[in-house]
C-alpha cells in the first residue's frame, strides 16, 4: 500500500451577507486572515494588534498590525464568526487556519 496524503487545504466560496468570498480552509495556517482590500471593498471594522510576522507561500514575511471583529462568514449553509487578521494576501480572500478548525469543536 501507498502513502496516502492527508488533504491540507480545502478551497471554497463563502459569503459576507450577499457578497461572495473566496475562503481557503488551511491546516497549514496557524491564524485566520482576511486580504486587506476586501476588508476596505466590505467597509469592515478592523483594531489595531500587536504586531507580528507571517510566513508566506513564498517564504517571505508580511507583517501584520490589523485585525477584524467577529465578522459573520457563511459557509456551505453554516454561519461563523471570525476575527480575521488583515494581510496583504494574494490568491484568497479568506484563509480560515487552525485557529478557525480548533474552534469548531470537533475532537
Known sequence: MGDKKEPSSIHLTGLYQQYP???????????NFIEEHVVAQLTLTIIPTKPFKVCVGT?????????????????????????????????NDVVLGI?????????
Open 99 to 107: 485557529q478557525w478548525l480548533a474552534g469548531l469543536d470537533l475532537f
Open 59 to 91: 517564504s517571505d514575511y508580511l507583517i501584520c498590525k490589523m485585525k477584524t471583529l467577529a465578522v459573520p462568514l457563511k459557509l456551505q449553509g453554516h454561519e461563523f464568526k471570525c476575527y480575521l487578521f488583515a494581510l496583504a494576501i494574494r490568491g
Open 21 to 31: 468570498i473566496h475562503v481557503l480552509i488551511d491546516n497549514g495556517s496557524t491564524h
